[in-house]
C-alpha cells in the first residue's frame, strides 16, 4: 500500500513526496560508494553567471535568437571538454545557454538555429503556452533547420527553464550542455533582491563524471540514471559567490538528470523559502532543508553578515531502496556546492515581506475528470511511449485531479507540460495553496500524491503535451505518455492517435 504525503513533508521538499575524483573510463553507477566532499573544497573559482539573453522588441513582439552549437570549455584546470550550448548570437557560448527573461502580458518569439549535425528540441519547462510552440518531441529541429515559437507570456512571475527534449536522446544532449533559465517577471512581484547577477542568483545545480581527458564520462548509470561525482555550478566546479549584500536571493534549479539534491547550509542556518516552480509562494518559509528533484526549481534568500562564509550543500536523502542501490544513486553524498563569500562591508537591500502573494486554492467541487496514473519501471500505467498514441484528451480550461501512484520500489518524479499544478496534501478535501504552484513534484518508493490541475485554454486536437518522469533516463526509456486539450464538446470524438507525420522518434 502507497503512503500519502503529509503537509509537513510537503513544504519541507517544497511539495515533494516524502566530489571531485577523476575517472578514467566509465563505471557501472548501479552499487558504486558514497561519496563526500564536505570540507574538501577551496572553492577557489568564482561562480559563473550566465548572461542575460540580449533581445529587441519589434512590432510589439520581444525576439530572442538562440543558436544550438558544438562547443568546449574547460572545467577542470588545464583540460578541454567537448560540450554543446546555446548562444544568442552576440556572445560565443561554451556551456549552457543564457538567461532569457520577459514580462507578463509581452508576446516573445524565440527564433532557434540548430547548428548540430542531429536533431534537437527546445522545450520551455514551466511555461504556459500552446502545445505547438511548447517544444516537446514532435516540434523536432532538424540538423541545420530552425524553428520560431511564438506565444503571450500569460502567467505569474516565476523561474522557468528551457532544455532539449528529443525522445530518446533527452539525457544525453542536456548532459552535453544544453539547458538555460527563462525568468517570467511581473509588475505585481513582491519587493525582494531582485538585480540580476549582484543580489539575484541564478543556480544552475549539474552533476557530471569526467575521463582522464577531460571529457565529459557520460557512461554507466545507477538504476534512477546518470549520478556524477562532480559538481558544476552554472558551469563553475569549485566555485564561490561574493555577496555583497545583506541578503542574495538564489534561484535554484536542478539541472541534473537523476540526482536529488537535499539542500541545506554548512551552519545549518535557516533560509528563506520564497518560491517554487510556479512562482511566489503566499508567504515565506523558514527551512533548514529543501529537496529538489531534477526539474524543479525554488527561491531562497540567504542572509549573511560581513565576512562570513556559508557553504550550501546537499545531505543524505533517504530513496527507500536497499542501501547498495540508495548508494549508487548519490542518496547518501555528502557535497559542497557553493561558497557564498560577504564582502566585509554589505550594502543594504530589501528584505523579505510577510507576504508574497495572493494564491486561491484550486475548486475541486466540480472537477471535469479523475484520473489515476501509476508510475512503474519504465511505464505509465504499464504503457511505454508511443509517440502515435494520445494516452488522455483534456477539455480546454477544464479542472482535473490526477492521483499519481509510484507503484515502484525507487523514486521517481513527475512533470507535466503546459500547466501548474497544486498539491492536494495526505487526506485534505483540497490543494493547499501555501505549498505553491508546481509542474515537477517527487514521489519516493510506493508514495502517492493527488495534483488538482488547471488545463489550458488552447484546444488542438492533433499537438499533445507530454507527461513523464523527470529522471531523464527513465524519461528517455519510455517512462512518459501525452495528452490533448480540446473543445469540451470534442473530448469524445478527438482522435485517440496521431498521423505518422507527428512521429519523430
Known sequence: MSARLSRRTLLAGLAALPATALLGCSQDRTTAAPISTVDTLDFANQLRIPPLATSVVRDGIRLFELNVTGSSAEFLPGLSTPTLAYDDGRSAARYLGPTLRARRGER??????????????????????????????????????????????????????????????????????????????????????????????????????????????????????????????????????????????????????????????????????????????????????????PGERAEIVVELRPGERRVLRSLPWDLGMIAPLTDGSGGNDRLDLLQLRADPQLTTNPTVPHRLTTVSALSIAEVAERREIVLEGRTINGRPMELGRIDAVIAAGSTELWTVRNAHNQPHNFHVHGVSFQIVPGEASGPDPALGGKDTVLLGAEQTVTLAIRFPSFSDPLTPYMYHCHLLWHEDEGMMAQFTVVDADQVASAPRSLPRAHDHN
Open 108 to 293: 516573445v518569439r524565440v527564433r532557434i538555429n540548430n547548428r548540430l549535425p542531429e536533431t534537437t528540441t527546445v522545450h520551455w519547462h514551466g511555461m504556459h503556452l500552446p502545445a505547438t510552440q511548447d517544444g516537446g518531441p514532435h516540434q523536432a529541429i532538424p540538423a541545420g533547420g530552425e524553428w520560431a515559437p511564438e506565444w503571450l507570456i500569460d502567467q505569474p512571475a516565476a523561474t522557468l527553464w528551457y532544455h532539449p527534449h528529443p525522445h530518446g536522446q533527452t539525457e544525453r544532449q542536456v548532459n552535453q550542455g544544453l539547458a538555460g533559465l527563462f525568468y517570467v517577471t511581473d509588475e505585481a512581484s513582491p519587493e525582494l533582491p531582485s538585480r540580476y547577477g549582484i543580489d539575484d542568483i541564478p543556480v544552475i545545480l549539474q552533476d557530471r563524471r569526467f575521463e582522464v581527458t577531460g571529457r565529459f564520462d557520460l557512461g554507466g548509470r545507477s538504476v534512477t540514471g546518470y549520478v556524477g561525482d562532480t559538481i558544476l555550478v552554472n558551469g563553475t566546479h569549485n566555485p564561490h559567490l561574493p555577496v555583497s549584500t545583506e541578503r542574495v536571493r538564489l534561484r535554484i534549479l536542478n539541472g541534473s538528470s537523476a540526482r536529488i539534491y537535499h539542500l541545506a547550509l554548512s551552519d545549518d542556518h535557516e533560509f528563506t523559502v520564497v518560491a517554487t516552480d510556479g512562482g511566489f509562494l503566499p508567504r515565506p518559509a523558514r527551512m533548514r532543508r529543501l529537496l529538489l528533484s
